[in-house]
């Protein structure tokens, strides 16, 4: 786990970090607690690298189209 969490970082798993973290810092300036649980999930998935803007799993298997 500490291995998957420690490799594979690009833009597409930083960008979704760092807005997560500005906006954990807006809750805690702002003492709001619902703005708080959305920045820890959006922190949980970019630092475990799932969801769909990170592991790529939206992508479209270009290997089975047709000819």
Request: charged share 10%.
């Amino acid at each position: 786990m500490i291995k998957a969490i420690l490799n594979g970082w690009s833009i597409m798993r930083g960008l979704p970090l760092a807005i997560a973290l500005m906006i954990l810092v807006q809750s805690i300036v702002q003492k709001d607690l619902t703005l708080g649980v959305v920045a820890g999930f959006l922190l949980l998935t970019a630092i475990t690298n799932i969801g769909c803007c990170c592991s790529n799993a939206c992508s479209v298997n270009l290997s089975n189209r047709k000819k």
